[in-house]
């Protein structure tokens, strides 16, 4: 959608501050967020005529365009991204005051039987194929009214950022270095192995050493921040060495079927890839390289860390994890 700005826009005013509503600021830290009006009305479930009328009145009440066109999309000005930190405390600030996140923290217990309402989360594939389903089931059978939202844990998903901006109540990974800002509680420690085809020359596992590992081609995920190499990779560059990562995939579950059918070679936890033996011709040989056990873990922000509900979601994800069997290699 095509705006024209003029001057007389955005001319500064004397805001009457007991007309701003709180919608108003949801309006502003959304449309900054989404660098889209039409984005930003699905996601507050409004029109877009609404929205840009709300865009309108931000301007005249900031002083500032806020959003600019650059090319073919929607760029927030610095005033903008100044204004988002203060827009995301003011909402965060009033869910403790009057949201249902707030009242749990005042003392109502969460009964997960007549709950209703939404958890959000933001997991990556890693761990294994089937904590997902086993978790979405477990909460449905708990907390049936309560709905879910599960978001890929990519490298272009800023958890840290969503966290604090209460967007998603809990982020599941691995991270050599959790952030330190963040609550965390360790799930699993997981020995780290080789996946490779039934055919890979070093399916025996015999003569398999460092410097044969490292020269083959290997399979990887996508880091989950930009200029991160990985957490094997940071271990590998932490004893000077590097393997030759050859194929990079977003979407670690159907990396065991490229190893399958290739001679490419996959490094991850022995418990992700023993779901794949016996379905696919692949054989968990030993890592000939030391690197410590994966840790995953479960993050969350000050802002859920109290609220019964989130708690009571936390020792769900805590339960499923735990229950994970580790099928024999």
Same mark, same amino acid.
């Given at each position: 959608?095509?705006?024209?700005?003029?001057?007389?826009? =955005?001319?500064?005013?004397?805001?009457?501050?007991?007309?701003?509503?709180?919608?108003?600021?949801?309006?502003?830290?959304? #449309?900054?967020?989404?660098?889209?009006?039409?984005?930003?009305?699905?996601?507050?479930?409004?029109? *877009?005529?609404?929205?840009?009328?709300?865009?309108?009145?931000?301007?005249?009440?900031?002083?500032?365009?806020?959003?600019?066109?650059?090319?073919? *999309?929607?760029?927030?000005?610095? #005033?903008?991204? *100044?204004? !988002?930190?203060?827009?995301?405390?003011? %909402?965060?600030?009033?869910?403790?005051?009057?949201?249902? *996140?707030?009242?749990?923290?005042?003392?109502?217990?969460?009964?997960?039987?007549?709950?209703?309402?939404?958890?959000?989360?933001?997991?990556?594939?890693?761990?294994?194929?089937?904590?997902?389903?086993?978790?979405?089931?477990?909460?449905?059978?708990?907390?049936?009214?309560?709905?879910?939202?599960?978001?890929?844990?990519?490298?272009? =998903?800023?958890?840290?950022?969503?966290?604090?901006?209460?967007?998603?109540? !809990? #982020?599941?990974?691995?991270?050599?270095?959790?952030?330190?800002?963040?609550?965390?509680?360790?799930?699993?420690?997981?020995?780290?192995?080789?996946?490779?085809?039934?055919?890979?020359?070093?399916?025996?596992?015999?003569?398999?050493?460092?410097?044969? =590992?490292?020269?083959?081609?290997?399979?990887?995920?996508?880091?989950?921040?930009?200029?991160?190499?990985?957490?094997?990779?940071?271990?590998?560059?932490?004893?000077?060495?590097?393997?030759?990562?050859?194929?990079?995939?977003?979407?670690?579950? %159907?990396?065991?079927?490229?190893?399958?059918?290739?001679?490419?070679?996959?490094?991850?936890?022995?418990?992700?890839?023993?779901? =794949?033996?016996?379905?696919?011709?692949?054989?968990?040989?030993?890592?000939?390289?030391?690197?410590?056990?994966?840790?995953?873990?479960?993050?969350?922000?000050? %802002?859920?860390?109290?609220?019964?509900?989130?708690?009571?979601?936390?020792?769900?994800?805590?339960?499923?994890?735990?229950?994970?069997?580790?099928?024999?290699?």
């Amino acid at each position: 959608m095509k705006h024209n700005f003029h001057a007389s826009e =955005y001319i500064p005013m004397r805001p009457g501050f007991d007309t701003i509503e709180l919608h108003l600021i949801r309006v502003l830290h959304t #449309v900054i967020h989404e660098r889209s009006v039409s984005r930003a009305a699905v996601r507050l479930a409004s029109t *877009q005529p609404a929205v840009s009328a709300q865009l309108r009145r931000l301007r005249q009440l900031t002083g500032d365009p806020l959003l600019v066109r650059a090319g073919q *999309q929607m760029q927030p000005t610095a #005033v903008a991204l *100044q204004l !988002l930190g203060p827009a995301e405390r003011m %909402l965060q600030d009033a869910e403790q005051l009057f949201g249902p *996140q707030g009242r749990s923290q005042r003392g109502a217990p969460f009964e997960p039987g007549r709950a209703e309402g939404l958890f959000r989360l933001a997991a990556s594939d890693y761990l294994d194929p089937l904590f997902l389903p086993r978790l979405v089931a477990r909460l449905k059978r708990a907390a049936p009214g309560m709905h879910l939202e599960l978001m890929p844990l990519t490298q272009d =998903y800023d958890y840290r950022r969503h966290l604090a901006a209460g967007d998603v109540d !809990l #982020v599941i990974g691995n991270w050599l270095e959790p952030p330190e800002e963040l609550h965390l509680s360790r799930l699993v420690s997981d020995e780290i192995v080789c996946l490779v085809a039934a055919h890979h020359p070093q399916a025996g596992g015999r003569g398999w050493t460092r410097e044969r =590992y490292l020269e083959q081609e290997h399979v990887a995920p996508m880091p989950l921040s930009p200029g991160a190499v990985g957490v094997i990779d940071e271990h590998l560059r932490n004893q000077g060495a590097q393997r030759r990562i050859v194929v990079r995939a977003s979407h670690f579950s %159907l990396i065991p079927l490229m190893v399958a059918d290739s001679l490419l070679v996959l490094t991850t936890g022995r418990l992700f890839c023993s779901r =794949y033996v016996g379905s696919l011709p692949v054989k968990i040989v030993r890592c000939p390289v030391e690197i410590p056990p994966l840790s995953y873990y479960q993050l969350w922000h000050e %802002l859920t860390h109290a609220t019964p509900a989130q708690r009571w979601l936390r020792e769900q994800v805590r339960a499923v994890a735990g229950g994970l069997m580790r099928p024999a290699a």
